[in-house]
């Protein structure tokens, strides 16, 4: 068969039931497979789109995604979603069209060195030299995507290759000798890890993005509930621990809630599971968590003692792990009072620092932004999945959505990239066709991907846009107000476009809100609206998110 026919094969048999792309010159003999092949396809409007639309997707369902892009600046166009799904470990596999193999290096048109470009962001990357190769090709990207820390791996097919006939048998083995992952964790190490948690007294669970991709948000739960263990996540980990709970501290980190910093801060033990203690949780790194000893559970070896040395480090997958760990401390005699105090001390700062009333809401119609993220909880009851973009919005929705479980959550934490909120919405509206699927974002991010609202409205795909709208690229224009004398520098977005008739123009619905009185009812009307749906939210201009660390403090200096 035609290696493009073979394509198509590999793709069922790795389960992919749609995949997201844009055809070029390069690719068009792969588009012409589909014609026939039984995959859904979805026509994006911009390559960017198509890749988050796959992360979208492998967020929501857990699955890989697939995303395709022709030769040169198609390709090009997908390295900001490539390096999203790289920081986020996120299972999608790019697949690329590229030149003739006569004009490769002979700067032909549209050609781009892909892998070059980028061998940086992926996981791993794959040049097809004969048509031969690529069966097994796709089935190792399929394989190193999903396997170990999950991530990105593109496949780049030149378009002469694509069309040869080729001997197609199906691969049902795929051995990769220099490939090894470590999945189970060690059991010594486990043990120990038991026992320094059965005598702290004042410890910490610091949950991450790898329970949500290890599917372990079941067994983090019953760990952190097999004693009164205080229970923090990421911004990543959201979903993990079901919030809210009365071992929830709520988020940690830059924007986290002060009782979560305040406690890693005062704690005698953190144990972190499937986290990286990254620059936004950390705060200033020689001032982090002083009291501590640490253990630091992650399937990638290269992250454990990286930022923060462990004391207790375990390799291996969290859902493993967590299962051996709840098991030895069971085994083990301990003392609940033992943590009396330190909850005694937690809850001073609960009571004294609720997250909810981190803000100061109106005293007329006008909408605070963070009330607005309270009104979608509300309208949605909790139990819509929540995409984002990022910025002001972002850190909102986490400090005021709880989340009550895993895969509810999907954002661009690593990268921070605006414009992943829609495609991803998109992609997550595919996949989990069931259920309700609203954008949080702002008018600066969403301006960023809103071509893809005709692919919405094309594809009857109904998610739910709510612009939280205050005419400002707002986090910037935070850290111009506290950092840069409040010289605000070129992030004033003005009143345009205008999106309920942007809305219209693309064929979905459109309605604009500007009375709090009435905000819940109105988002209730508008989820409830059949297709997909903008809903424009005028909020205050000038409102900061707080609590906050500022650059180069120490978590236990939170401001705001």
């Keep these: 068969m035609r290696a493009v026919d073979a394509v198509m094969e590999c793709l069922k048999a790795e389960g992919v039931d749609v995949v997201f792309g844009l055809p070029g010159g390069a690719n068009i003999p792969t588009y012409d497979a589909f014609y026939d092949s039984g ?13 988050h639309a796959a992360e979208g997707y492998a967020k929501a369902t857990g699955k890989v995604g697939v995303s395709l892009g022709t030769s040169g600046p198609g390709a090009t166009n997908l390295v900001t979603p490539i390096m999203d799904a790289m920081m986020d470990s996120v299972p999608v596999v790019f697949i690329t069209g ?7 290096g002979t700067d032909g048109f549209q050609e781009a060195d892909v892998i070059g470009i980028t061998m940086p962001a992926v996981k791993h990357s794959i040049m097809i030299q ?13 394989h190193i995507a999903r396997t170990g820390r999950p991530g990105p791996v593109v496949v780049d097919i030149p378009t002469d290759l694509s069309r040869v006939d080729i001997p197609y048998e199906p691969i049902t083995d795929v051995h990769l000798p220099g490939y090894q992952t470590f999945t189970e964790g060690n059991t010594k190490q486990i043990r120990q890890a038991a026992k320094a948690l059965a005598a702290a007294r004042r410890p910490v669970i610091y949950g991450g993005g790898g329970i949500i991709n290890s599917n372990a948000a079941e067994e983090f739960t019953e760990f952190c509930r097999t004693d009164r263990f205080p229970v923090t996540c990421t911004l990543m980990g959201l979903g993990a621990y079901p919030a809210p709970d009365p071992q929830w501290l709520g988020m940690l980190g830059m924007h986290g809630t002060r009782t979560a910093n305040y406690s890693m801060d005062e704690a005698d033990l953190i144990c972190c599971i499937g986290a990286r203690f990254d620059d936004r949780i950390t705060g200033k790194l020689s001032e982090f968590a002083p009291r501590a000893k640490f253990i630091h559970v992650d399937v990638d070896p290269a992250e454990i003692s990286k930022n923060i040395p462990a004391h207790i480090p375990i390799v291996g997958d969290a859902k493993n792990v967590l299962l051996k760990l709840i098991a030895e401390y069971r085994a083990l005699e301990t003392d609940p009072s033992r943590l009396d105090e330190w909850w005694q001390r937690i809850d001073g700062w609960q009571k004294q620092y609720p997250i909810g009333k981190s803000f100061t809401d109106s005293e007329d119609t006008e909408i605070k932004p963070q009330r607005l993220i309270q009104a979608v909880y509300e309208a949605t009851a909790g139990d819509a999945i929540i995409t984002s973009d990022v910025g002001q919005h ?16 999907i954002n661009s934490g690593g990268l921070g990239t605006m414009g992943f909120g829609l495609p991803a919405a998109m992609g997550a509206a595919i996949g989990c066709p069931d259920q309700t699927v609203v954008c949080i974002t702002g008018d600066g991010s969403f301006q960023m991907n809103t071509q893809e609202l005709a692919t919405c409205a094309q594809e009857g795909i109904p998610v739910k846009v709510i612009i939280s709208n205050n005419g400002y690229l707002g986090m910037v224009r935070q850290w111009q107000e506290l950092f840069w004398d409040k010289r605000y520098s070129a992030v004033d977005l003005g009143q345009f476009p205008d999106f309920v008739k942007l809305a219209e123009a693309y064929g979905c619905h459109g309605v604009r809100l500007t009375n709090k009185t009435t905000l819940v009812d109105d988002l209730k009307a508008a989820i409830a609206t059949p297709g997909p749906v903008v809903v424009d939210v005028r909020v205050t201009r000038e409102e900061n998110t707080y609590p906050m660390i500022s650059p180069g403090a120490a978590a236990r200096d939170m401001v705001g």
């Design 39 to 51: 995959i859904r396809h979805i026509l994006v409007r911009h390559e960017a789109g198509g890749g």
């Design 98 to 104: 590229q030149v003739k193999t006569e004009l490769l």
């Design 130 to 142: 004969h048509p031969n190769e690529i069966p097994r090709a796709l089935h190792e990207a399929f």
């Design 394 to 409: 972002q850190m909102w929705t986490a400090q005021h959505y709880p989340f009550k479980g895993p895969r509810q959550w």
